[in-house]
């Protein structure tokens, strides 16, 4: 019997450790064929495809569309793109939004489409009770990008993980852009796509959604 019972206690040993690694991790891909959005000015969904035109006057920070029913803090989103038309000026500035929390709150990574080749680049900044302050980010947080182009689709993917942000284009394996110090305006919220109001058109397609959750911190 204490043979037994040594194997017993032995096995429940085993299994309570494994369970509590620490540090493990669970990871949730969110169903986002059918889901619901919201949508804001310039911004419609139509069968998964999601478009987003500009053309207004500019005070507000951006037309925006957002899921319903999802919550997102950490994990990975992955997408394409499409710059569909530029405004009068050759501009256009698009991107994703994430741990939106609604309309003025929300993280966001965008795309600038620019005549001026020097000018191209992807850039983040938090956006704070409907204010993004880029001049102040500009800097620190921006990536240059030649290879924007219109018309064409380019697939995107962004890790998230507290306040560490790297984002990926294509198949690559090193990030185009690390941000160790993203200033998330609240902790964790809906994902969606963005368009500045006087920035030209853009499309938005293929959305995945993986939610991270630590099960031991």
Do not use: C
Not at 41 to 52: C, D, H, K, P, T
Not at 170 to 185: A, C, N
């Amino acid at each position: 019997m204490q043979i037994h019972r040594l194997k017993i206690t032995t096995v429940l040993f085993l299994l309570i450790g494994f369970t509590m690694i620490p540090g493990e991790t669970k990871a949730t891909e969110v169903p986002v064929e059918n889901a619901q959005w919201n949508t804001g000015n310039g911004a419609s969904v139509q069968n998964s495809l999601v478009r987003i035109e500009g053309g207004a006057t500019a005070g507000n920070i951006g037309h925006i569309a957002w899921l319903k029913d999802v919550v997102f803090e950490d994990g990975t989103i992955e997408f394409e793109l499409k710059s569909v038309k530029r405004n009068d000026r050759g501009h256009n500035y698009l991107g994703v939004i994430f741990r939106v929390a609604d309309e003025l709150r929300y993280d966001l990574v965008y795309l600038r489409f620019r005549e001026d080749v020097a000018f191209r680049a992807i850039q983040y900044i938090p956006v704070k009770d409907g204010k993004d302050e880029w001049q102040k980010y500009q800097k620190q947080f921006n990536a240059a990008r030649n290879d924007l182009r219109d018309g064409e689709w380019i697939k995107m993917r962004l890790v998230v993980e507290g306040t560490t942000l790297k984002v990926f284009f294509g198949d690559e394996q090193k990030p185009s852009l690390v941000e160790d110090h993203i200033l998330s305006p609240s902790k964790g919220g809906s994902v969606g796509f963005w368009a500045y109001p006087t920035s030209g058109s853009g499309e938005f397609r293929n959305l995945k959604i993986v939610l991270k959750e630590r099960l031991n911190p």
